[in-house]
Each structure stands twice: as C-alpha cells, then as structure tokens.
C-alpha cells in the first residue's frame, strides 16, 4: 500500500463548477501537507500548505485536512479554464521526508 | 530572476552515454533534491542534499551520481544511461527558515530521452 493514495482522474468539470480533489493517507507520522498545481510540462508549483487539521482558504483555493480520518482535500471554486492542470497532494513526515501523490488531472471547460 | 535553473530542458541521449543535468538555485536553499516523475509512479526521489558537500541516496538511486560542492549547485549524472532512464527529471530546493520551511520548490524539470 502506498503512503499517499490519489484518484489520478482524469476528472472534467464545466467552468464555473465547485471541484473537490482529494487524498488519504496511512501514516501518522505525517505532519504538514501540501498541494502543488502542475501544469503540462512545467514544474509543481506550490499552491498551499498547512500543518493542522481544520480549513485553510486562499481565494478561490481551500486547503482541507482531516487527521483524525487520514484525508486531506482541495475545494477549487468557481473553477477557471486556466485551473486545468495536475494536481499533486504532498506530505512531511516528523523524519523530514516528502511524500506525494501520483496527481488527479483536471480540466475545466469553458 | 530567483528560483531554480534547470538544463538543459530536453535532451535526447544514446544508451551507454554519459548526461549530466544541471540545478542551480539562487535562495541558497540549505537542502537540494532531485525527483524523476513518471507516468503511474509519480515523483520519487533520487537524491538529495542536506549542504554542501553531503548528500544521500532516495528511493530510486541506482546509475545516477550526484555531487554538491556549492550550495548554489547540484548536478545529477547518469553515467551511462539506460532506455529505463527515460523520464522528466525536477530538481528542487526547500528553505527550513520561516513559515514555508516545510515546502519544497521546484525547477521546470528536464526532459530526457535515451533512445
């Protein structure tokens, strides 16, 4: 079983749709968490991080972790065209070692 | 502008050859890795680099040397590539100073092909 399990999609939504991206988790020992937004053959860049459970809410991005439950969430809304990228899920562990998910693809149609 | 610097970004290379691909970062980011991401495994990581002068084996080290001795800089070597090989290869680098101190960065990756 892998550390980090991702719905690698592909997922397509209408412009303007309210999208859920999700991971789960099997280790405790996982402190922070991240997501990164890749675009077609450009690097991950990091779109948010957080270290508790509980939301966390940058503009149209919300950041959602659940460690009771091992599951962490993005909630994109009013989804863009431009918003049609990979997104990876990441973790720390308290050992200092990144974790990812394998990415969910998304498309966003105008 | 700062960031990590990747090159070259695409090459295509013979199996046997020699490749080195080249990271330079500007924020002096303590710690450098580098990833190959491929389709069905994601990112995993190769090696990485906690200063100058150490580094250490990832989960995927094998047929690749890497070496550290600037903090700016961190080269990764294929010594003689393998069609296995083929792959996108990101550097990245993560600060442990301030609030994003548990976040890593990456470059816009190298593209290799071993033909």
């Known amino acids: 079983q892998k550390e980090v399990e991702q719905d690698p999609g592909p997922l397509s939504v209408p412009e303007g749709a309210i999208v859920s991206l999700n991971c789960t988790y099997s280790?405790?020992?996982?402190?922070?968490f991240m997501w990164y937004r890749q675009y077609s053959r450009k690097g991950p860049e990091l779109l948010m991080y957080?270290?508790?459970?509980g939301n966390k809410e940058d503009g149209r991005f919300t950041a959602q972790v659940d460690k009771s439950s091992k599951y962490i969430s993005l909630f994109i809304r009013d989804s863009q065209p431009s918003d049609s990228a990979t997104y990876l899920c990441?973790?720390?562990?308290?050992?200092?070692?990144?974790?990812f998910g394998t990415g969910t693809s998304l498309t966003v149609i105008p | 502008d700062a960031g990590i610097t990747q090159s070259p970004r695409y090459k295509i290379t013979e199996t046997g050859r020699q490749v080195t691909l080249m990271c330079h970062q500007t924020?002096?980011?303590?710690?450098m890795f580098w990833y190959r991401q491929d389709l069905g495994h994601g990112l995993r990581l190769i090696y990485y680099?906690?200063?100058?002068?150490?580094?250490d084996k990832g989960e995927v080290p094998d047929g690749y040397v890497v070496s550290r001795s600037k903090t700016e800089n961190f080269p990764l070597t294929l010594e003689s590539a393998t069609r296995s090989q083929t792959s996108v290869y990101f550097c990245?680098?993560?600060?442990?100073?301030?609030?994003?101190?548990?976040?890593?960065?990456f470059g816009e990756g190298s593209w290799l092909t071993v033909v």
């Open positions: 990245a680098s993560r600060d442990l100073q301030g609030p994003s101190g548990n976040t890593i960065y």
């Open positions: 280790n405790s020992a996982f402190q922070y």
């Open positions: 957080t270290y508790s459970s």
């Open positions: 990441a973790m720390l562990d308290t050992g200092n070692q990144f974790y």
């Open positions: 924020w002096s980011h303590s710690y």
């Open positions: 680099s906690a200063a100058a002068d150490i580094t």
